[in-house]
């Protein structure tokens, strides 16, 4: 025999038994359901907020369509509706003039509370409520009908909790995804600060943060400063670096100190960076300009790839460290010939591209080996450092010095002239010259002088080696007149003795193949890195 | 194209859509325009996400309250209309609208005005005629609002689910759109003149918020209640509503029933009304623009504009139809002296922000009403906090 209640749940549970992107699809094609089987004039969907005590309507669906609506009906208001709703699961409203029936949609699911940072189970079983409406004809609901809906209620319920289950798992595989990829992009960035942009930038687009800001702490850990920030456009900002403000330091302290940093209510995490005991830095996330709470799943997520990026960051500083000390000299803290090369190489070639100048300076202390059979090796060092602490805070950041070897140095001057390379090299003798050395026994004050030889791209040369070349004739006619001073080589050219111009000197002979030529792209990662002896 | 509105003429929001997309579709039959109807909250929440690259729908055009302006520009989710089409002006747009369709600072538009509605206060004749012999000079305070909702409340002891006031609010709860003017009468404003500071947390904010509060403390407007079980004007079951002109056609509609349209009464020395505007924008990502302006231009056109503020109840942004508009009914004309009066709110970037704080405060305060746990310290308490939210977001964004 032909049973059409069962036939009519079959239907519906036919209907809802489809992948639903999210829960807004389902409830359009529910209540539309609802709304043809039983000819309501309007259906509707309240969400429960059992901590607001409130039915807060979501969805209306009327003849033609559904959609969205707000309305905020609150529990306390009415006492006896709800009692009647909660003990019977249906109540049927008693003030309108017109039939109108209330269904509770239920679940038993597992969920979790988060209140300071503590996650409870918890089961959570009203979720919602459906209003169903006839004022046209102004038609009963048959006992009959009220079961038949409370069971299709079920059927809602259960496709509710599928559809919501089924959207968490796409967003978390949709999260992994992205944070996956943006492990592999950094991972294999090779310049920290470009991986951190694209990272920052990343988890910003892809969590729907207002704002996201990185806090890296120095090599020592002992002060944490902003570097990166990406802003509500997306637009990367470079921190000023600034230190943290005292008050600042509390969150900071908290951050460090604590392992439940999530609060549901805030808007605003921040997780630490830390390996073991290593302090990183931090990350903070906010949705203060949109006020969106910033979900657990998404703050577990990104609390298992902050390990993933402390871990990265201390590598790639690591890898920077060793960078440093490969083209840093030790002593003097400047860099070495190599490093040197490729640069002068490059400024060569940006020179002849566009036409610039570019001058060279080389320069060695007045009487170095003397200092050293007099006072030591210990005092000859001293007085290197002394002497590079001079020229580091005396040029500009495009000019780059280099230990060239002993106590012989040279500095490379971009986009500056035979002039300007004088005001610089006298700079550097007057502040040189300042330096005593810190012998006791000396009555008088010892000073340190310098003699420097320049030469100019294109008057003296084209090449490297020319330029080279002739900056150290021009020393050899500073030395020759005494010391203590420096000379451009067009100035001296005819104090250069034929033979020393004739013969190739020793730098220009052991010259390194990298300046050899002016194209970078012809660079030999070979060049020697042997101290060049002047005549 | 996709357009991604509110809805706007409540139960006939859908009908009212396709009338304007059928009319629309008619001169530009090339451009399929379709209309995703999105609630306040949810658009609120989906404007930040727009960048989103699993999201689930891109939308061309959408329409946002006016004083979200500097937000889409801030968010980068707003195309520059003043680049997209150079010939574009605010000339003919209402004075008052025209400040929060550019970019702060600057005179490139970002988004165009398409309607805006005023609020006013709205009341049966013959209801207040019971209580009050001049009713338009009582109401012209908010204590003599107040007075005259007590004498109703008593005249209509007897009847069932009698509220003086009828709420107007969609969620049925506290509005803050209906608080503003209570805010605005004491010459008062969310911010200091140099918008560097907030007054949400002066003694004069408090008070302006508790006389609106008071209608619902006193009870003498429903709150949190099942919309359908509440009377109305029209049903008799009220006799006052502090509204938009937005639902008021329904007076027209029963025969015999008279309904005065009067300003909103002052709650200090100064009258004052919400102008509430409502414009357009087109996304930064859309994929057709031009359509986009086409149609934004064809809303703006003084036909349509006409048209469609007949439809949803509403005024046209332009000058070019609000006169004439007006013009229609002499019951329109109250309007007029309410206008000069009326205040929008500012653009600023974090001007949705502080009204969707200020919700949430008055959703507390709303909760607190219903289960009688309501005290004036609590609000004062939780508008401090609010203020000292807002000053912290102005240290961010600047405005």
């Known amino acids: 025999m032909f049973d059409k209640r069962s036939y009519t749940l079959y239907k519906f549970h036919k209907q809802l038994n489809q992948s639903f992107q999210n829960k807004r699809e389902l409830l359009e094609c529910a209540l539309q359901a609802l709304r043809d089987l039983f000819r309501l004039d309007r259906v509707y969907f309240f969400d429960w907020q059992q901590e607001r005590a409130i039915l807060s309507l979501k969805m209306m669906c009327k003849k033609e369509y559904c959609m969205d609506m707000q309305e905020d009906i609150s529990v306390a208001n009415e006492p006896v509706f709800l009692r009647q709703l909660l003990q019977k699961g249906v109540a049927e409203t008693t003030d309108l003039s017109y039939p109108a029936l209330y269904v509770l949609i239920r679940w038993q699911r597992p969920s979790v509370e988060l209140k300071s940072g503590e996650v409870r189970s918890i089961t959570r079983e009203k979720v919602g409520v459906l209003r169903l409406e006839r004022f046209r004809k102004r038609r009963v609901f048959t006992p009959g009908e009220i079961d038949l809906i409370q069971d299709l209620g079920r059927e809602i319920s259960h496709n509710l909790y599928n559809t919501e289950v089924d959207q968490a798992k796409n967003q978390r595989l949709n999260m992994s995804t992205a944070l996956n990829d943006l492990s592999t992009i950094f991972a294999s960035s090779l310049r920290l600060n470009d991986g951190l942009e694209l990272i920052l930038k990343g988890v910003q687009r892809y969590f729907h943060f207002d704002r996201v800001h990185l806090y890296l702490t120095n090599s020592e850990g002992t002060r944490i400063k902003s570097v990166l920030g990406v802003d509500i456009s997306g637009t990367v900002t470079h921190e000023s670096g600034a230190s943290l403000r005292d008050e600042e330091k509390q969150i900071l302290k908290e951050v460090f100190d604590s392992s439940a940093t999530y609060r549901a209510i805030r808007s605003v995490i921040y997780l630490p960076l830390k390996l073991q005991r290593t302090k990183v830095g931090f990350l903070t996330f906010d949705n203060i300009l949109s006020r969106r709470k910033i979900g657990y799943l998404d703050f577990i997520s990104l609390q298992q790839f902050a390990s993933q990026m402390a871990l990265t960051i201390d590598n790639a500083r690591l890898f920077e460290r060793v960078q440093e000390l490969s083209n840093y000299d030790e002593l003097t803290k400047l860099p070495v010939r190599r490093y040197f090369n490729e640069k002068f190489a490059e400024e060569l070639y940006r020179a002849k591209r566009f036409g610039l100048s570019l001058s060279l300076v080389i320069m060695d202390i007045d009487f170095f080996k003397q200092i050293n059979d007099k006072h030591g090796h210990q005092i000859g060092d001293w007085a290197l450092k002394a002497v590079s602490k001079i020229i580091r805070s005396s040029l500009r950041q495009t000019d780059v010095p280099c230990r060239f070897g002993g106590d012989e140095m040279i500095i490379m001057l971009p986009r500056t002239n035979a002039e300007e390379a004088k005001v610089i090299a006298r700079r550097l003798q007057e502040r040189i010259h300042d330096i005593t050395l810190p012998d006791r026994a000396s009555v008088e004050p010892e000073h340190l002088s310098i003699s420097q030889g320049v030469s100019t791209y294109p008057a003296d040369g084209a090449t490297a080696d020319e330029l080279l070349e002739k900056a150290d004739q021009a020393l050899y006619v500073v030395k020759q007149n005494g010391r203590g001073s420096f000379a451009v080589y067009r100035e001296v050219a005819d104090q250069v003795p034929q033979e020393v111009k004739k013969s190739k000197t020793v730098a220009a002979a052991e010259k390194p193949a990298a300046t050899q030529s002016a194209h970078p792209a012809e660079l030999s990662p070979e060049s020697s890195d042997k101290p060049v002896s002047l005549p | ?399």
């Not at chain 2, 639902?247 to 029963?254: L, M």
């Open chain 2, 1 to 399: 194209m996709i357009l991604w509105a509110m809805p706007d003429s409540g139960a006939r929001t859908m009908e009212d859509y396709a009338a304007l997309v059928a009319l629309f579709r008619k001169e530009n039959p090339s451009i399929d325009l379709s209309v995703r109807v999105l609630t306040r909250n949810v658009l609120w929440r989906r404007i930040f996400t727009l960048k989103d690259p699993f999201h689930e729908e891109m939308p061309d055009l959408i329409q946002i309250p006016h004083y979200w302006t500097a937000l889409i520009v801030k968010a980068g989710i707003a195309e520059n209309l003043s680049q997209l089409d150079p010939g574009l002006t605010l000339t003919d747009s209402l004075p008052q609208l025209k400040e929060n369709c550019y970019q702060p600072g600057t005179k490139d538009i970002y988004s165009y005005p398409w309607w805006f509605d005023l609020s006013a206060l709205h009341y049966r004749v013959d209801h207040l005629k019971m209580v009050s012999s001049s009713p338009d000079e009582e109401l012209k305070t908010w204590s003599g609002l107040l007075s005259v909702c007590a004498k109703l409340r008593e005249k209509f002891k007897n009847v069932p689910g009698y509220y003086p006031m009828q709420n107007s609010d969609w969620r049925g709860s506290l509005s803050m759109r209906s608080a503003l003017p209570c805010m605005w009468s004491r010459e008062l404003n969310f911010f200091t003149e140099d918008r560097a500071a907030t007054l949400v947390g002066s003694k004069e904010f408090k008070e302006a918020l508790h006389d609106y509060i008071t209608l619902a403390l006193k009870e003498y407007m429903p709150i949190l209640r099942e919309r359908g079980s509440l009377g109305t004007i029209v049903s008799g079951k009220a006799s006052m509503m502090l509204a938009r002109k937005q639902g008021i056609s329904t007076f027209s509609a029963h025969r015999g029933m008279r309904v005065r349209t009067v300003p909103v009464p002052m709650a200090g020395d100064k009258p004052a009304a919400y102008l509430s505007g409502m414009n357009l924008f087109i996304n930064t990502f859309s994929q057709h623009k031009k359509d986009a302006l086409q149609f934004i231009k064809f809303c703006a056109r003084k036909d349509i504009q006409m048209r469609y503020a007949t439809m949803i109840e509403a005024f046209p942004a332009f000058e070019y139809a609000f006169e004439p508009f007006l013009a229609q009914s002499p019951r329109l004309q109250t309007y007029k002296h309410i206008l000069p009066s009326a205040q929008i709110l500012p653009n600023m970037v974090i001007m949705g922000t502080v009204m969707e704080i200020l919700k949430r405060v008055l959703a507390m305060c709303a909760a607190q009403i219903v289960e009688h746990r309501f005290t004036q310290a609590l609000l004062d308490k939780e508008l401090d906090m609010t203020a000292k939210e807002i000053e912290f977001l102005l240290s961010i964004y600047k405005g």
